[in-house]
């Protein structure tokens, strides 16, 4: 298999000839660029899996340098390196795409864990391209915006089971994007020329429900004038999805059940099963489990609908997702509001950062319409973002006081598995005793503290 290649970008000599050393005993190709133009010219004419690029060269900025090899290698990840660690050019490299940022001095280690994670999302990408690939104009795969590891397996997972018939069972909070998964899964399946039909179980009334879904037979009931098809006829050969399924009433959860099992059902007032053939996808946000529990849905339709689990995180949990979703809200309503927007003020992405949204992306969505309707100038400035929201006076910390406090952390939730035994712990972390106690005595971690911790 080939060696990953990487394109080192810094003036410093010194620098480079180190990261080249420890890089290629890492078993990668390595090839370095002393100012951008050297390094543009080897971006035209090589395939590079990955850049490193420093945020001050002598001839440009690593940032403006970073767009320039967006034009020439769209798919190759940057990593910015910088001695100059401040917020504003953290939040620019990101914002302008840069897969990480990383302050001088590094640790060897984090590098290569950053390299590693970089190449692991461009497989990634490759696998998500494949599947794009399938889909039809009518929905285009770009609207899923996401870079976050957790959503890029989420989207490897669709292209893994798209084209079976398996039965798909999304959970996540309302707003992370449901149904554009479930769209996602049908039009990239071999059903995708037949019918997707939708139903949110829990707007319609339960009287009408079982009539909604399974249909009825002229005379069947009062009104009844002429007989109904029902959904999961309209859906035969194509795909039913069953949206908020955690408020299907018990009543019809019994019917559902046998269709899922035998792909028949009765209409009501018939006395003919009706075959379907159909892929079902249900969603939910509640904790199913915990329903069965107390007897609010049935525990034998639980495990006949999950079958393919896809959880979908809340927007907090993907954090590195918002500026790439708010720069593609705000370019969807800036066109179709006809305003020449550039992006949002660097302060203006830093309280979308900091927010919690638990109203997921579509909260977001509705919040970057605002600010696009609102502005008055050429970027979206902080005033009209989240406004009417009560935000925690919370500023960015330096990365490497953040990333200290993380691996401070990580070290405790260790120690507290591990009942304060350090061998146990640096078995956990994958590191060598020695080397565990060295990060301990840098944080002031007494391991002697969790011994007595009950299990």
């Excluded at 990953?4 to 050393?21: C, Q, S, T």
Aim: aromatic share 8%; charged share 25%; glycine share 6%.
């Amino acid at each position: 298999m080939q060696a990953p290649n990487i394109l080192v970008v810094d003036d410093d000599k010194n620098l480079l000839e180190l990261l080249r050393m420890r890089l290629e005993s890492s078993q990668y190709e390595v090839m370095t660029a002393l100012s951008g133009k050297d390094a543009k010219n080897a971006v035209t004419n090589r395939h590079f899996d990955l850049s490193l690029v420093d945020l001050q060269l002598s001839d440009q900025d690593g940032i403006s340098l970073m767009e320039e090899f967006r034009k020439i290698s769209p798919e190759m990840p940057v990593i910015i390196l910088t001695a100059y660690g401040s917020i504003g050019s953290a939040v620019e490299a990101m914002r302008k795409g840069a897969f990480s940022y990383l302050t001088k001095p590094f640790d060897p280690q984090e590098l290569l864990l950053q390299i590693a994670r970089a190449l692991d999302s461009l497989k990634l990408t490759a696998e998500i391209r494949k599947l794009t690939g399938l889909l039809e104009e009518r929905f285009e795969f770009s609207n899923i915006v996401a870079r976050s590891e957790k959503m890029l397996r989420v989207l490897e997972n669709v292209s893994r089971i798209a084209r079976t018939d398996c039965t798909v069972y999304i959970h996540g909070e309302s707003g992370t994007g449901k149904e554009l998964i479930a769209k996602a899964i049908h039009l990239s399946s071999t059903r995708k020329d037949k019918p997707f039909v939708v139903i949110n179980c829990a707007a319609i009334p339960e009287s009408l429900l079982e009539s909604e879904l399974f249909g009825y037979e002229r005379g069947a009931f009062t009104g009844a004038v002429r007989s109904s098809k029902g959904l999961f006829l309209h859906a035969h050969e194509g795909t039913i999805f069953l949206d908020e399924i955690g408020d299907m009433p018990f009543s019809i959860q019994a019917k559902l059940l046998r269709v899922l099992q035998e792909r028949q059902f009765y209409p009501i007032g018939g006395d003919t099963p009706v075959r379907v053939d159909i892929r079902v996808i249900v969603a939910t946000n509640k904790d199913l489990v915990s329903e069965v529990k107390k007897g609010l849905f049935r525990e034998d339709l639980f495990y006949r609908i999950h079958v393919v689990p896809i959880y979908l995180p809340a927007l907090q949990e993907r954090k590195e997702d918002i500026p790439l979703l708010a720069e593609y809200y705000l370019k969807v309503f800036a066109d179709q509001m006809g305003k020449g927007l550039k992006g949002f003020t660097p302060r203006a992405m830093q309280k979308l950062m900091s927010y919690d949204w638990p109203g997921n992306v579509r909260e977001l969505r509705n919040t970057v319409e605002y600010a696009v309707a609102m502005s008055l100038h050429d970027t979206v400035t902080e005033d009209l973002v989240l406004n009417t929201k009560n935000l925690p006076d919370e500023q960015f910390k330096p990365l490497k006081e953040a990333r200290d406090e993380f691996e401070k952390n990580y070290l405790i939730h260790l120690l507290e598995l591990a009942r304060g035994n350090v061998s146990k712990a640096a078995i956990l972390a994958g590191k060598y005793r020695a080397d565990f106690y060295n990060l301990l005595k840098k944080h002031s971690i007494d391991p002697a503290t969790f011994k007595n911790l009950k299990a």
